[in-house]
């Protein structure tokens, strides 16, 4: 199963875009790269998920390599409702989420 | 509101009660989980749930025993716990096949006096 390398915190103003790159040197051909985001005492909330090179939705964008071997989350200008824990998951495409874990994440901080 | 629910959203109890965690999920999903969530650590898999049946069990201890009469309920029995079980204890639900996208509740906190 791959594993997943992230910043353990990083630091941003408000209005900046923030990008967190996730490091999965031995992901699979099949495996599915993932990103949930969790407020303290709450449940992960899914963000985004993709296998190669960009997917967008309304609320960030994935950036995939060509190698795939990092994946990078880009929040566009976020606020201080985006202080969170950020986590990236690889996974298979079908099943197999019984083995996925999900790590320490990156602690986000959005600073006035 | 994601569609999973969990009752309680907080739980106080000793060490010789008997409780019972409840999710309940209106997505649909055919798989549902149960994870651990402790102060300062990574969510911990617990059970997996696949069509009502057991898939997963990662060597969680008897005093947490998992219940899943359906597709749309899953419960997490709890006896005799220590305090080292306080935590976070999410529910989560996902389609069987082919998503990465699992849905989480919103907890339930834990605290084993």
């Known amino acids: 199963l791959a594993k997943t390398t992230q910043p353990i915190s990083m630091d941003s103003y408000e209005g900046q875009e923030v990008n967190i790159t996730c490091s999965h040197n031995?992901?699979?051909?099949?495996?599915?790269i993932t990103w949930y985001q969790q407020f303290p005492s709450q449940g992960p909330r899914f963000i985004i998920q993709?296998?190669?090179t960009k997917v967008t939705n309304e609320v960030a964008s994935l950036f995939i390599p060509a190698d795939r071997k990092s994946s990078t989350l880009s929040l566009p200008r976020v606020s201080l409702s985006d202080t969170a824990v950020y986590y990236c998951?690889?996974?298979?495409?079908?099943?197999?989420?019984?083995?996925?874990?999900f790590g320490t994440g990156t602690k986000l901080q959005v600073i006035p | 509101e994601t569609g999973v629910t969990q009752t309680p959203r907080h739980l106080v109890m000793g060490m010789t009660n008997k409780k019972s965690l409840k999710c309940e999920q209106h997505?649909?999903?055919?798989?549902m989980y149960w994870y651990k969530q402790s102060a300062k650590k990574p969510l911990e898999l617990m059970f997996v749930?696949?069509?009502?049946?057991?898939?997963e069990n990662n060597s969680v201890p008897s005093r947490f025993s998992p219940e899943c009469p359906n597709s749309s309920h899953l419960f997490l029995h709890l006896h005799t716990l220590q305090p080292e079980d306080s935590a976070l204890y999410l529910c989560?639900?996902?389609?069987?096949?082919?998503?990465?996208?699992?849905?989480f509740g919103p907890g339930t906190r834990l605290l084993v006096l």
């Open positions: 993709g296998y190669k």
């Open positions: 998951l690889v996974r298979p495409r079908a099943g197999g989420y019984q083995k996925v874990t």
């Open positions: 031995n992901i699979a051909t099949n495996d599915y």
């Open positions: 989560a639900s996902s389609q069987e096949t082919g998503s990465g996208a699992q849905y």
């Open positions: 749930y696949s069509l009502e049946e057991r898939v």
């Open positions: 997505l649909g999903h055919n798989a």
